[in-house]
Antibody
């Protein structure tokens, strides 16, 4: 079955960087588009970024464009989110999610359990 | 402010039928399929409906989805206490080139 396990969250000071990882298993990772979605405590879901199955394309929410970078290593079945210049408003649970089918331009179908990022001095 | 608009809350008594609306635009719901998620407190979102009206295996038939033009709806029939949760709609947006979510609807069973 599809498994997505995020790691790398923690407490970080404003302006610093953090890299999240998502280990995928139970499916052919290189076949599917992957997303990062975040949720501030007590708030709704906010899409962050998507990367195509082969890494050929990536798109971002305006709120993180220029600061965050999504990437993947298909040889390691791992998705990444490099977060730079972190702000207090980036505090959230970050979920790794997989496209439901091999069509990337759709809402995710499978989700990890999330990792909490807290930006605070 | 979410791109897709949902009511903040909906309530009903056990056994009742409730609906949650999701309003979008021509660049998202108007041309792409709608997905619905259920989120219990402290848990990750779970896929409830995809392709506007299809249910993944394991999702009870009490949950149904529909779409018309730039709006969608999730219906829950035979409301149960276990249905108390947050429900989110989502769709791909061709203009923003990304996924847009509704703000979420809290379903309360009275």
């Amino acid at each position: 079955q599809v498994q997505l396990v995020e790691s790398g969250g923690g407490v970080v000071q404003p302006g610093k960087s953090l890299r999240l990882s998502c280990a995928a298993s139970g499916f052919t990772f290189s076949t599917y588009g992957m997303h990062w979605v975040r949720q501030a405590p007590g708030k709704g879901l906010e899409w962050v970024a998507v990367i195509w199955y082969d890494g050929s394309s990536e798109y971002y929410a305006d709120s993180v464009k220029g600061r965050f970078t999504i990437s993947r290593d298909n040889s390691k079945n791992t998705l990444y989110l490099q977060m730079n210049s972190l702000r207090a408003e980036d505090t959230a649970f970050y979920y790794c999610a997989r496209s439901r089918t091999d069509i990337v331009a759709t809402a995710p179908g499978y989700w990890g359990q999330g990792t909490l990022v807290t930006v605070s001095s | 402010q979410s791109i897709l608009t949902q009511p903040p809350s909906v309530s009903g008594t056990p056994g009742q039928w409730v609906t949650i609306s999701c309003s979008g635009s021509s660049s998202n719901i108007g041309i792409n399929s709608v997905t619905w998620y259920l989120q219990l407190p402290g848990a990750a979102p779970k896929l409830l409906i995809y392709n506007n009206s299809e249910r993944p295996s394991g999702v009870p038939g009490r949950f149904s989805g529909s779409k018309s033009d730039t709006s969608a709806s999730l219906a829950i029939s035979g409301l149960q206490s276990a249905d108390e949760a947050y429900y989110y709609c989502a769709a791909w947006d061709d203009s923003l080139i990304g996924v847009v979510f509704g703000g979420g609807t809290k379903v309360t069973v009275l």
